[in-house]
């Protein structure tokens, strides 16, 4: 496929044959069974392109070599949690120098910039976790929960820490268990103005998205303030029944936490309505909002909500009827039948049938965050030792992805990232006329490299290429690197094209290779700037910006 129809598959401008990209049709010709097909590198990179952040050649090459199970047990393995944040450039704070944590030390307003400082350094923090999670799901399932649970633009820093590492540590345990953490976390309770809702004042924010976005999904409208799966006035039932908490925000307060006042909250009964069977619940006190979500969790259609997300996440967005039947309710059946611990029925999506099917390769349009880490972590650009310089180049990563419309603790709105839930364009809302250039500068600005306080960062692209087993080779050489970075083959006229157009043709390229790889430095800045043009060249390809 050349690169005009490539961009035009992008940018949702044409249709596609079936011999092209798949870019938004899911031909379902297979189930939620286990794969027993060929284990390969193409599948090995397929499932860790959507489990891991800019898989490398070697880790790619270890989950050929170790099979489908193996890998599997691998991405899954337990995590202790990472070490703090810490400040890296602010020297305001008496308490706290640089190079220290400030997550369990009070905020305190009067110190120009401080919290700003801890945004900055959590920001850093976040991107370092994704630079070193490695081979392990992890962090994927920590950014899936954080686009689910959405909290944004929380003012205080250490809330925001508390908040996603709660997510990290649940990431891969119990969906309801999760729900319940939720429900009383700081962030949620300030974000969805929790804390404000009172026997005397109900506040419907956070029932209304508990249902809607959270758990179990509206479904059709049935009738004026009826929904297939709840009724507006379950809304507000559920709200009374979530009254009572706050969370503590003076300044001096060393630890960020949650907490119920028995004298706001509404200990009358509340009447759900026949989408909930009818309920009553009554008074339970502080341990009322569990009642809540016990209730909520009797609806298989909460499984069926979850699942959907799930597959959207890691698969497809395309939900058509053959996948709601032979994928989506499988998964939910698992789920209730695991009483929502998540792992199973993860580990079985990622080992189906379904998910190596040739279709499914390719077919997503990476994220921002997977974009900038199949250059980081793919290449493993090098960073300052010194940590906190280290950081400093980090949150400078961090902002500079910022305009294409993926930003961590900032999401638009309570529905999280339009591209997994905007019909009918989904992933496509990513590449659009704004943040294509975008994409294309930042790639080419890694491959040539800037300064941050006198260091270099760079793709160093020699080391990546003495990796590949035969770069001496232009097919061979363009080929792998194709298959590392790309979810599909590339077409051999596009492998001419790139030879011809960086001079990497036999037999010159394979007589200067192996010349500077036997020794010849001289001839380091030609092989380096001819590797460096291919590769920019490569990263601007549409082929690399799906996966």
């Known amino acids: 496929m050349n690169r005009r129809v490539s961009l035009a598959l992008l940018m949702g401008k044409q249709k596609k044959s ?45 989950a050929t070599s170790d099979g489908l199970n193996a890998t599997i047990s691998k991405l899954f393995e337990n995590q202790s949690l990472p070490a703090d944040p810490i400040y890296y450039n602010f020297e305001n704070d008496p308490n706290i120098a640089n190079g220290e944590s400030w997550v369990d030390e009070p905020t305190n307003n009067q110190i120009s910039g401080l919290n700003n400082a801890r945004k900055r350094s959590l920001e850093a923090w976040s991107f370092k976790i994704i630079r070193e999670s490695g081979m392990n799901i992890r962090e994927k399932m920590l950014l899936f929960w954080h686009n689910h ?10 809330f925001q820490h508390k908040y996603i590492n709660l997510l990290r540590e649940n990431a891969l345990g119990n969906f309801r268990e999760l729900v319940e953490l939720i429900t009383v976390d700081p962030s949620m309770l300030q974000y969805l103005n929790g804390t404000q809702n009172s026997k005397n004042a109900p506040n419907e924010n956070y029932s209304r998205e508990l249902l809607e976005l959270f758990t179990i999904g509206k479904g059709d409208a049935a009738g004026p303030g009826d929904y297939t799966n709840y009724t507006e006035d379950d809304v507000v039932q559920i709200a009374r029944a979530l009254t009572g908490w706050k969370h503590f925000d003076a300044d001096d307060l060393t630890q960020v936490q949650s907490d119920f006042r028995p004298n706001r909250h509404d200990t009358g009964d509340k009447q759900l309505s026949n989408r909930f069977n009818d309920i009553i619940i009554t008074d339970a006190g502080e341990d009322e909002y569990k009642t809540v979500i016990d209730i909520i969790f009797q609806q298989d259609e909460v499984a069926r909500f979850i699942s959907r997300k799930l597959y959207r996440w890691f698969v497809h967005f395309d939900i058509n009827s053959e996948v709601e039947t032979n994928i989506i309710e499988p998964m939910a059946q698992m789920l209730i039948a695991d009483s929502y611990d998540l792992q199973p029925t993860i580990k079985a999506l990622l080992s189906s049938e379904h998910f190596y099917d040739l279709s499914i390769r390719g077919c997503m349009i990476t994220h921002p965050i997977d974009y900038l880490f199949k250059m980081v972590n793919t290449f493993e650009l090098e960073l300052n030792p010194d940590i906190l310089q280290e950081y400093n180049i980090l949150r400078r990563l961090f902002r500079a992805i910022a305009p294409l419309e993926m930003v961590m603790y900032s999401h638009p709105n309570v529905a999280g990232w339009k591209a997994y839930y905007q019909t009918p364009q989904y992933y496509k809302i990513w590449i659009n006329a704004v943040t294509l250039p975008v994409r294309m500068n930042f790639s080419d600005t890694l491959s040539e490299g800037y300064n941050v306080s006198g260091f270099q960062v760079k793709l160093n692209v020699l080391a990546f290429t003495a990796s590949l087993d035969n770069p001496a080779d232009p097919d061979d050489l363009i080929n792998e690197i194709a298959s590392i970075l790309y979810a599909q083959p590339l077409a051999q006229e596009q492998v001419d094209s790139l030879k011809a157009s960086h001079g990497i043709t036999n037999p010159e390229w394979q007589n200067e290779y192996l010349d500077y790889s036997t020794g010849n430095t001289s001839l380091e800045p030609t092989i380096n700037n001819k590797l460096k043009g291919l590769v920019k060249t490569m990263l601007k390809m549409p082929e690399f910006y799906l996966m």
């Open 18 to 62: 079936a011999s092209e990209l798949t870019t938004s049709v899911t031909t379902v010709t297979n189930t939620f069974d286990t794969y027993t097909g060929t284990w390969g590198f193409e599948q090995a990179a397929h499932l860790l392109r959507r489990t891991t952040f800019g898989p490398t050649y070697a880790q790619i090459n270890q």
């Open 149 to 158: 649970f959405v909290v944004s633009n929380t003012n205080d820093a250490r």
